[in-house]
């Protein structure tokens, strides 16, 4: 019988060595694996690093922890007496406020979002300068460039481009300065997180993204912002490596954050931290948290608060007494009692300044419009109304925010 | 407002036949020259040199580093330049086509323009965001938006669009000399209008803000921008069959507005029509409008009149031609300011 071609396989040009190879276009890439985050977050209090910390940082974190609470307790007050328009408190997360802080050189910069004002004030800003957007005076009280810390940013993880260019210019321009860009659970769903990211990566920035994962973007949890195994596993897929620590855990966030900005520094690129935390204030003086979460969950937390952590590692290794404690509660006292006496003082806010700085020289139009307002200004004083308001320091929308959660 | 200086040519060769993309390019490139803040972003600036070849040549003469092929995403190469604006450099980010801005719109709004006031002074940021805008080069959907509008409306950037070559050269030198942000819209379907220029000897750097009169009348005044100063020349010659002496501005700088050259010249002819491609509901027509009744309402003899865009999505480009506005949309326009009335 003839063998019949059209059964016969039709065999591929050089079939004897035949394999299939992957499309030609495709190559490896960076190997996923020391990109991975370990499966659980770091910590060093309560484990055998716990030992070989360096007491003066524990001392200093303690120091700050205990002022940052008592900020955020008296920045908090105010907002109930009328003299910030709204706060949005760090309290539980002071270990990553200030470790971030803590982390930084002078030439380094600090990129915050309005949740992190205890972060700017643990560089060394002035508190009342870093509450005056929150305060309803003007949106940045202070020089960025002094302090090299951006503008506190209202919309969510817009900062973080912000943070990958400034990195990138430094590093263009033979600087040796790290940018460390900070943001919360519920931006990292934001397309600029994703940009940023996919930037730095590229661009091998000398940049931090640091997370705090505080459990909650205003109500939201978690589990309805994102299906990722880990926030810091988002890192995996720009190239960079992605690293959990415990946010409660102060040595441990300034370990992996100094290690990330050594990172940066040396020319390795962005790391993405994340810190595990947790919220235990409403989103904001105007919110409600009994709406979305149960007490369980907050006393769960209160166990694991982070001065409470390190207060105990200090106590049991001799470095705390009872002396020390109290020298630090009545430095953050006095502290809160200097912030509360100068946000007593009325801000003297010139209406005139509204037109001052859109550009660099006035606008025809806004020089008319300028002049439409000062002949209102003159004459309400003549007619000896104040105008209420033009020197108001309360609230656009009084104490208690009747407008719901604004950011 | 900020005025820029231009170095001093050798030789200067003669006046010849240049494009506006030739003098864009040209800008870029000795600006670049010039001050080594000026960093050139963008998808496609580098090794291709733009969609439009506006780059061509800069990433070989500077460096990747000063013109960069970012990874394609709006937003994220506007905030890289304000980060680096913040650093003491000079971006120059070009926006592939008008209506690929959009994501990038909240940077742009809620950070490039506000950084001056929210900083009260301390931070500004001297970014140019090139964009080329507008229809009639048979672009398919999303290629052919005239989106100054949006722009206009955010307090805290300037607006400007050349119409000529020897424009496209010196405001884009302001642009980006301007320690403001500036949008900066090149028409699309002029970057091969040609004129005789010589790039040597680049004319004076003109100061952002200022309008231009490109046509000297006496009956009536065309007030444009960008892709319809072409099309309000060539009414304003087709005019003077009807009898009619037609002035032509050119506006030049949406914002800041020379609300001085535009009433001027109102106040002398006595009548108005505003023409662009952009839609006229909420369009930059109104708002000039309203400027000019406001100034010269005593001088007008008749209302001022738009002549613009349909109020749709910008139309397959096959069908373009019938949404642009035209010499005889302009002339009907022109046609209905109470001649008689006023004879």
Known sequence: ?407 | MTTATTTAPGTAAPPKPATMAQALRRALRDAMAEDPAVHVLGEDVGTLGGVFRITDGLAAEFGDDRCTDTPLAEAGILGAAVGMAMYGLRPVVEMQFDAFAYPAFEQLFSHVARMRNRTRGAMPLPITVRVPYGGGIGGVEHHSDSSEAYYMATPGLQVVTPATVEDAYGLLRAAIASDDPVVFLEPKRLYWSKADWSPDAPATVEPLGRAAVRRRGSSATLITYGPSVPVCLEAAEAATAEGWDLEVVDLRSLVPFDDETVCASVRRTGRAVVVHEATGFGGPGGEIAARVTERCFHQLEAPVLRVAGFDIPYPPPMLERHHLPGVDRVLDAVARLQWEAAS
């Open chain 1, 1 to 407: 019988m003839r063998k019949s071609s059209s059964t016969t396989v039709q065999e591929l040009p050089g079939s004897a060595a035949y394999r299939p190879t992957p499309p030609p276009a495709w190559r490896p890439r960076t190997d996923p694996a020391p990109l991975l985050p370990d499966p659980e977050p770091f910590r060093v209090l309560g484990t055998d690093a716990a030992a070989a910390a360096d007491p003066e940082l524990l001392l200093t974190l303690y120091a700050q922890l205990v002022r940052g609470r008592r900020y955020n307790a008296q920045a908090t007050a105010l907002t109930k007496q009328g003299r910030l328009a709204v706060y949005p408190s760090s309290t539980g997360q002071e270990a990553c406020e200030v470790a971030a802080a803590l982390v930084l050189r002078e030439q380094d910069w600090l990129f915050p979002s309005y949740r992190d004002t205890l972060a700017a004030v643990a560089r060394g800003l002035d508190p009342v300068q870093a509450l005056t957007l929150l305060r309803g005076d003007w949106h940045t009280g202070y020089d960025p460039h002094e302090h090299r810390i951006a503008p506190l940013c209202t919309p969510l993880a817009t900062q973080l481009p912000h943070a990958v260019g400034l990195a990138h210019a430094a590093r263009l321009k033979g600087d040796d300065v790290v940018a460390l860009a900070l943001v919360g659970d519920g931006g990292t769903s934001e397309g600029d997180f994703h940009e940023a990211l996919n930037f730095a990566a590229v661009w091998r920035a000398p940049v931090v993204f640091f997370v705090q994962n505080n459990g909650f973007a205003i109500s939201v949890p978690l589990a309805k912002q994102t299906a990722a195994p880990s926030l810091a596993h988002k890192a995996v897929g720009y190239g960079m490596p992605g690293r959990l620590v415990d946010g409660n855990d102060a040595p441990a966030v300034h370990q992996v954050l100094s290690e990330a900005m050594e990172r940066a520094r040396s020319g390795g690129g962005p790391t993405l931290v994340e810190a595990v935390t947790y919220r235990m204030d409403a989103h904001t003086n105007a919110d409600d948290a009994t709406r979305y979460r149960g007490d369980a969950d907050v006393e769960a937390w209160r166990e694991h608060d982070p001065i409470l952590l390190l207060e105990r590692e200090l106590t049991a290794r001799g470095l705390l007494d009872d002396g020390h404690r109290r020298t630090v509660a009545e430095g953050a006292e006095a502290m809160a009692a200097r912030l509360r006496e100068r946000m007593n003082a009325d801000p003297v806010l010139d209406p005139m300044d509204l037109f001052a700085e859109v550009y660099a020289e006035r606008t025809g139009q806004l020089r008319e419009q300028a002049d439409l307002l000062r002949a209102e200004l003159e004459a309400s004083e003549e007619t000896g109304d104040a105008g209420e308001g033009s020197h108001s320091p309360h609230s656009p929308r009084g104490p208690r925010g009747e407008e719901g959660d604004a950011r």
